[in-house]
Nanobody, 123 residues
Framework: QVQLAESGGGLVQAGGSLRLSCAAS????????MGWFRQAPGKEREFVAS????????YYADSVKGRFTASRDNAKNTVYLQMNSLEPEDTAVYYC????????????????WGQGTQVTVSS
């Protein structure tokens, strides 16, 4: 059974940092592009970042570009999201997701999802 498990969320002050991790029990982890999405109360799920199967290319939403960095360790079946200079607007539940093949901005194209981890940024 495929499982994705996020960790690393929490409460942080504006300007602070958090590092999210997502451990995947995917038999072919390196064959999956990985994405990070977030959903704030009353809002739709939105794209945050994606990373290609090799980890060589990353893509970011404009709202997080320059502050967030996605990475992955295929030997550990884990993907990371380093979040710096956090802002109250970053408050949301953060999800990691996996899809076969190439990366995508579209959350409907992702097959596997974690349960989410709460990130709260206080002003």
């Amino acid at each position: 059974q495929v499982q994705l498990a996020e960790s690393g969320g929490g409460l942080v002050q504006a300007g602070g940092s958090l590092r999210l991790s997502c451990a995947a029990s995917l038999p072919t982890f390196s064959g999956h592009a990985m994405g990070w999405f977030r959903q704030a109360p009353g809002k739709e799920r939105e794209f945050v970042a994606s990373i290609t199967r090799s980890g060589g290319l990353q893509y970011y939403a404009d709202s997080v570009k320059g502050r967030f960095t996605a990475s992955r360790d295929n030997a550990k079946n884990t993907v990371y999201l380093q979040m710096n200079s956090l802002e109250p607007e970053d408050t949301a539940v953060y999800y990691c997701a996996a899809k076969r093949g190439s990366r995508s901005y579209n959350y409907t194209e992702y097959t596997y999802w974690g349960q989410g981890t709460q990130v709260t940024v206080s002003s």
